[in-house]
């Protein structure tokens, strides 16, 4: 159901039960975007366009989903626009257009190739553990995160929330894993990492496909670089690429937690509901050990 996970401490407990938040969603609730808007965000209904809630509730976490539409204005065809227009003047006036007219004529040329661009739609989902304090999010990069938890935030007028601290750096942890074999007996390494140079950001390697524990990869750890991403197996429940920022991507539930799904007839929509309450659950457990191996949360 999530194929990333960015994490979020709430500094404080989240209180608002499933009906209120569902008011609050509803009124950011997504609509397309107007003849002259360039995007809109909003709330979707995270089960499926089938259904109509907003939030919903399972085992202590609250599922949303934000949807951004964009229109579709490749800037180079732009650019081509103005160039025909800015032409078009110099030859038939005889004269220079200058900076400020320039501008004017690129906004006039968006604002009358607007209405005729495609539109393009990304939903993120996003849940709020409210036993355990983290907001989870399912994005791919760090500016798709912020939007959403900044949409989020917009809607309820606060929300305390903050990327992880770690008391140890999870780069020199992961370093240790492959070049001592010492990850411990729950986190098993996959056979994918990134290294990066401590002293030349530029100097990485990535690879996949490898063993970890050959020569090879052991030689760039002992030359001096450091784990950045790091697939992991953990606990045969989850697995996933662990980054130096706790961000988790390629995020998989194991196949054995699925299997009594597979000999049950679900529609979609209960389908959806049950692999969230797995999910949920693994990935608060999986915090919950991440805390103790990198320390996230205050005093620990």
């Not at 089938?50 to 951004?68: I, S, Y």
């Not at 490749?74 to 320039?102: C, H, K, M, Q, T």
């Not at 709020?128 to 989870?136: K, N, P, S």
């Not at 509901?273 to 999986?286: G, H, N, P, S, T």
Request: with cysteine.
């Amino acid at each position: 159901m999530f194929k990333n996970a960015r994490l979020f401490r709430l500094d404080t407990p989240f209180n608002l039960d499933l009906a209120t938040l569902e008011e609050r969603l509803n009124t950011r609730r997504f609509r397309p975007c107007g003849p002259i808007e360039t995007a809109t965000m909003g709330w979707s209904a995270p089960l499926g366009e089938d259904t109509t809630a907003l939030a919903h509730g399972m085992g202590g976490c609250l599922l949303m989903c934000a949807r951004k539409q964009e229109r579709l204005l490749p800037s180079s065809a732009v650019a081509e626009a103005v160039d025909e227009r800015i032409a078009e003047l110099e030859a038939g006036e005889a004269r220079d257009v200058g900076r400020a007219e320039r501008r004017r004529l690129r906004e006039q040329v968006v604002n009358e190739m607007l209405p005729r661009a495609f539109t393009r739609s990304r939903r993120t989902q996003l849940y709020i553990d409210t036993e355990a304090g983290w907001l989870v999010v399912d994005a791919a990069s760090d500016k798709q995160a912020e939007d959403v938890v900044s949409l989020l935030r917009e809607t309820l007028e606060s929300l305390p929330a903050k990327l992880p601290d770690p008391d140890k750096t999870p780069s020199t942890i992961m370093t240790d894993w492959l070049l001592q074999d010492s990850a411990p007996a729950d986190f098993v390494p996959g056979d994918a990492c990134e290294l990066r140079d401590a002293d030349d950001k530029a100097g990485v390697v990535r690879c996949s496909g490898q063993d970890l524990a050959s020569d090879e990869m052991l030689n760039h750890l002992r030359a001096g670089k450091r784990v950045t991403k790091l697939a992991l197996a953990w606990d045969e429940r989850l697995s996933f690429v662990l980054a130096e920022d706790l961000s988790l991507k390629r995020l998989r539930v194991g196949e054995a937690l699925l299997e009594e799904m597979d000999d049950t007839d679900l529609d979609p929509i209960a389908r959806l509901d049950a692999e969230f309450a797995i999910l949920a659950l693994q990935v608060r457990q999986l915090i919950a050990r991440l805390d103790e191996v990198f320390g996230l949360l205050p005093g620990t």
